[in-house]
């Protein structure tokens, strides 16, 4: 069974290993929340295009063919004197008549509705452009974060690995000793106990590490179980760079507040929502005001509806002329579409002083965090080297047999224990130092001016 497998099944695919930079951009190419956010910026662009060309003329072209039944002429009673008579047969009219058309209209004042239209799709496109920023950002958060997860399992998964083969190797030690007389049941039972649970641990690592490989992997667009590493970073310098040290505002305008709101798309979305009720504003106000058009009509008809009596051939005909409108009925309404996007547009000032407090909220919170997570991990490092001391003095004693099998599998137990506490705290500090740049408006595997790009990236979707 095990032959017949290997030579009708497909190949395993080779392993791809990932750093963060390329885990994100990977992300960013697979990711279809994004791609739908750039549709919506195409669709944003184009309508702002159909707004401006609001202020070209409409031109309509036209051509048209009737054939009318039969009407008998007429006549008209002249109150000529005698003898000139006093009646005058009018000529039958023509049954078919043809015309082609050109007819133009060109606004000249509309009250400001299309300006008003011109500057709402704008802010529509601004806010498309605002929230694909915002779904790039989220993608790339969520990436790195699935790809620290996945250096979290692989290292916790490594370090239970270790000490399962210790434990095995202690377990084999006693069955040895045993045979010899040199050793008791009692430790053996000890060390095959701690193997069991060392095997539990093991599987347990290898699960979590298989939902972390599958979570990076459907973010990354790859199958679920694809066999995907993450390459490890080097040992971390343990410290807070410039950027985690900046003051959160300063006169100067330089803090990490005033970064932010320079940089965060949220921001820019909440300030097109205010750019666009004040445009649907404008839009309703102009209801109040007249429209002005300058008309034209180019004809080419057979026969001339103006002429009397009618005669066939085809003739040019024109027409210029201004109309000017005015929808009385209309006023209530619009009165009342000033008022609720007036309302709407406070609302959404509101809203925007409220993200600023949140903004600043969420940057104290992540530069506190950030120290926190420092100091823990400084902590489980020098936990680490205690550790790693503790089971040699230990395991020395223990060769030499004037220590107890349990006094080595208690300080085996406590370096695995610290191992992984490192672990968790490198993972905890890295992602802390996420948070921050993120909150100050950063993007996300470590690109510097990711922001600019992104913007680009958008923009260029957009007509």
Sequence with gaps: MRGAAAGGGAAPAAALTVDLRSAVERALSASPVLAGALDALRAAGASRSVAERQYAPSLVASAGYTHSSPIEPGTISVPFPAPAGSTISLPAPLQDSTSFRIALQQPLYTGGRIAAGISAAGAAAESARAEALSRRRAVGAATEQAWWYLVLATESEKAVA??????????????????????????????????????????????????????????????????????????????????????????????????????????????????????????????????????????????????????????????????ASFDLGQVPAALAQIEDARAQAAQAREELVQMRDSLTLELVQARFDLEKARDRFVSSAAAVNLAEENVRVQRDRYTAGIALASELSDAEASLLSARLDRTRSLVAWELARATLRDAGGGEAGGADGGGADAASEAQAGAP
């Design 162 to 323: 270790e000490n399962l083969a210790a434990v095995t190797a202690h377990r084999k030690d006693a069955e040895r000793r045993l045979a010899q007389g040199t050793g008791t049941k009692n430790e053996l039972l000890s060390w095959e106990m701690q193997e069991v649970e060392a095997g539990v641990r093991r599987r347990a690592a290898a699960t979590d590490l298989a939902a972390a490989r599958a979570r990076l992997n459907i973010l990354m667009g790859l199958p679920w179980n694809a066999p995907t590493a993450a390459r490890l970073p080097g040992t971390p310098e343990i410290g807070m760079d410039p950027g985690d040290t900046a003051p959160l505002s300063d006169a100067a305008g330089g803090g990490l507040l005033d970064t932010a709101l320079a940089r965060r798309p949220e921001i820019d979305a909440a300030r097109a929502r205010i750019a666009v009720h004040e445009a649907a504003e404008a839009q309703a106000r102009s209801s109040l005001r007249p429209s002005v058009y300058l008309t034209g009509d180019v004809a080419y008809a057979d026969p001339d509806p103006k002429a009397f009596p009618q005669r066939s051939g085809f003739e040019f005909l024109w027409d210029v002329g201004l109309v």
